[in-house]
């Protein structure tokens, strides 16, 4: 059996329940395990297409959520949504003033795999980077920050990075990720600030 039978019992799971897809599972487990998104907290999302993980922070908190990616999110009630660049510094900066407050950049962003695993773990680790650089730009002090990334090569170095711009700075791996998956979550917890290094 290929892995694409090995998700159908979380895809069946994800499409029962609404979800738009099985990653919404991802992102219940992180909140459960770290409790990253408070009852108040605005949180952008970025590489948020489909949209699953903006379907549960829409429930987690009464603040407001933004959404980011290069593709168009098909609308979700209470979600706010653009189309752009998550390196581009000027939506950055379109971020930040259209929610003045950002409590919270959760990224669940992959690159597209080309099956070079040496190449698929550099571009995975470029993305994870400019996740936590569009953090440091945006996020207020004691902020939080999740992001997907793949054990490996550099690895190490990028989760060196992420503990020196938060307090706190853990690995999670979730189970609903797919068995050998190499796929692991980094989360940082009490933003303090990035220096030169992290962008």
């Known amino acids: 059996m290929g892995s694409q039978w090995g998700q159908?019992?979380?895809y069946r799971r994800a499409m029962r329940e609404g979800y738009r897809s099985r990653a919404a599972y991802k992102l219940l487990e992180v909140q459960q395990h770290a409790g990253?998104?408070?009852q108040d907290d605005n949180v952008v999302?970025?590489?948020a297409a489909p949209g699953s993980w903006l379907q549960v922070i829409r429930t987690l908190?009464?603040?407001?959520?933004?959404?980011?990616?290069l593709n168009p999110i098909a609308p979700i009630d209470g979600v706010?949504?653009?189309?752009?660049?998550?390196?581009?510094?000027?939506?950055?900066a379109r971020v930040k003033e259209a929610l003045g407050v950002v409590n919270v950049v959760v990224a669940d962003a992959s690159p597209k795999l080309s099956g070079q695993r040496s190449y698929d773990q550099a571009r995975a680790i470029e993305l994870g980077e400019q996740a936590l650089a569009f953090a440091c730009a945006v996020l207020k002090p004691g902020g939080n920050?999740?992001?997907?990334?793949f054990q490996g090569e550099d690895f190490a170095e990028f989760l060196a990075k992420v503990r020196v711009a938060f307090r706190s700075g853990r690995t999670y791996q979730a189970k609903a990720s797919r068995k050998g998956s190499r796929e692991i979550y980094i989360i940082g917890k009490n933003f303090i600030g990035c220096d030169a290094g992290a962008d």
């Not at 908190?61 to 990616?69: F, Q």
């Not at 706010?80 to 950055?92: F, N, R």
């Open 36 to 38: 990253v998104i408070r």
């Open 80 to 92: 706010e949504t653009v189309v752009g660049d998550l390196a581009d510094p000027a939506l950055q």
């Open 45 to 47: 999302d970025l590489g």
């Open 61 to 69: 908190t009464e603040g407001r959520v933004l959404g980011v990616d």
């Open 145 to 149: 920050f999740v992001v997907k990334s």
């Open 8 to 10: 159908d019992r979380e």
